[in-house]
């Protein structure tokens, strides 16, 4: 007895050490989120070095045109130099080029996360990315056919992008309760990095051998990445081969409580009632539209306002990211701890990641405008801006896992169309700002954010909760 005691407490300490399994299967979508958001952030860096900038001003905006910069100059000295092409392309039509990958992609997640409750999101996601790999590599040869080419080509490669919003749900049979905060943001901190690799690198690849290389290199290792995917996931432990029993045991003994079920039906009138579902989605929309606008326009912003080359730009970009991509894994050991320790509740762990994710990135972006005479100051703005928004992963972005585990797949569908339809349209708002005031247009964008998404914080913060619902946990069903 003795000696089964000694080896039940070795397995289980083994179980929480961060060479387990479900730590590996963290890294996995971590580099999964991470080639994702490579594909994603490619033409964000890619497009200061396609437009040219010469003609970028409209006449309604003629007064404010200044004599071309040493940066634009050299910009437009390198992709002669490498014959790489450039397109006149207003801020409108930029706008919607960077906003084309959300247009279609608000569609489909409600019925790939209802298919990815019933058959799992394992096979989705891997397609997912293999299809959005070789669209990418397809990205300059459209571009060269017209705008409207590349725009439909993005809209159909965001749709393929959208599997990869459901890997939160291979955490409802792989995350232990008070490990949950911990394994998501580490998973979730390779979209950061993915976009701290990708503009760092394509600065550099824009100023040197042209941007179409950036679309080349990252779907090519898309391309290759995508098939160690499917011997590496699996979505449920008990399916995993090498899993040892403790961890098994461990994993399932600590979600015997949750109450999950990949049933066909689903409560959708008390869905449709439920404030802290809403309020979830109301914090998801709102945090995204700033986001999305930061993710969208950093190179274009430091390239633009603070009057750098292609290769600094990209440089300065990617710095940000970097940071949120450790703070983010940061925050959610510390929000972990606090659970663990029972210092905080959990709802009280989620609302105060949440504020601090929103109102500092908040009052960070209004302050822009005036500090941008200080390269400095702008870039520790820009880099605080993405240390504090990574908290909300701990916070917001993870609820929905607390409220109804059962059902975390078509929700999680539900979060993706808020993600997508914040995501098509602040991007957009953006290109029209810029193109009619290019003086204050900034300015009024961050103003204008800044107001979404402190109202999106305060509605979670009244009506938001962390336990689950009587909905998700009762049988009686509204059959779709």
Request: with cysteine; hydrophobic share 50%.
């Amino acid at each position: 007895m003795p000696v089964n005691k000694i080896t039940q407490e070795n397995e289980i300490h083994v179980a929480n050490c961060f060479c387990s399994v479900r730590h590996g299967l963290a890294f996995t979508l971590y580099i999964c989120n991470f080639l994702i958001y490579t594909q994603k952030m490619s033409m964000s860096i890619a497009i200061p070095a396609m437009v040219n900038n010469t003609v970028l001003s409209s006449p309604a905006n003629a007064s404010t045109e200044r004599p071309p910069t040493d940066s634009q100059d050299n910009q437009n000295e390198t992709s002669k130099e490498f014959k790489a092409p450039m397109y006149d392309w207003s801020p409108e039509i930029q706008g919607i080029i960077l906003s084309s990958l959300n247009y279609g992609s608000f569609l489909a997640p409600i019925p790939i996360g209802y298919v990815a409750g019933i058959f799992g999101a394992k096979y989705l996601v891997g397609v997912g990315l293999f299809i959005s790999s070789v669209l990418t590599l397809f990205i300059p040869l459209v571009t060269d056919a017209g705008a409207t080419f590349l725009i439909v080509l993005q809209i159909v490669q965001g749709i393929f992008q959208v599997p990869r919003g459901f890997l939160y749900s291979i955490w409802v049979k792989w995350a232990p309760p008070q490990e949950r905060s911990q394994l998501i943001s580490i998973a979730m901190s390779g979209s950061v990095l993915g976009s701290f690799i990708i503009l760092l690198v394509g600065g550099f690849l824009c100023q040197t051998v042209g941007w179409p290389y950036i679309f080349y290199i990252f779907g090519g290792i898309g391309c290759a990445c995508s098939f160690l995917w499917f011997p590496l996931v699996y979505d449920d432990p008990a399916n995993h081969p090498f899993i040892s029993t403790g961890e098994r045991e461990y994993i399932v003994c600590s979600l015997a409580q949750q109450d999950y079920s990949s049933d066909l039906s689903l409560p959708i009138k008390a869905m449709i009632k439920s404030l802290p579902l809403w309020s979830i989605l109301v914090s998801y929309f709102s945090e995204f539209w700033l986001f999305n606008i930061f993710v969208a326009y950093i190179p274009t912003y430091i390239n633009s306002v603070l009057q750098v080359n292609l290769r600094d730009s990209g440089i300065l970009s990617a710095l940000p990211f970097l940071v949120g991509s450790i703070c983010m894994i940061l925050g959610g050991l510390l929000a972990d701890f606090l659970l663990s320790r029972k210092i905080l509740r959990l709802v009280t762990i989620r609302k105060l990641f949440t504020a601090m994710g929103v109102i500092f990135p908040s009052v960070l972006c209004v302050s822009l405008p005036w500090v941008s005479s200080s390269h400095i100051t702008t870039m520790a703005f820009l880099v605080l801006f993405t240390a504090f928004s990574s908290l909300s992963e701990a916070g917001s972005f993870v609820n929905i896992l607390d409220i109804a585990p059962r059902y975390v797949t078509f929700l999680r569908g539900l979060l993706q169309v808020s993600y997508h339809i914040s995501g098509a349209i602040s991007p957009t708002v953006t290109g029209i700002f810029l193109s009619q005031d290019s003086e204050f247009g900034w300015r009024n964008i961050f103003l204008l954010s800044a107001a979404i998404n402190t109202s999106g914080l305060v509605f979670y913060l009244i009506f938001g909760q962390a336990e689950v619902q009587e909905w998700a946990k009762e049988q009686t069903i509204t059959h779709l």
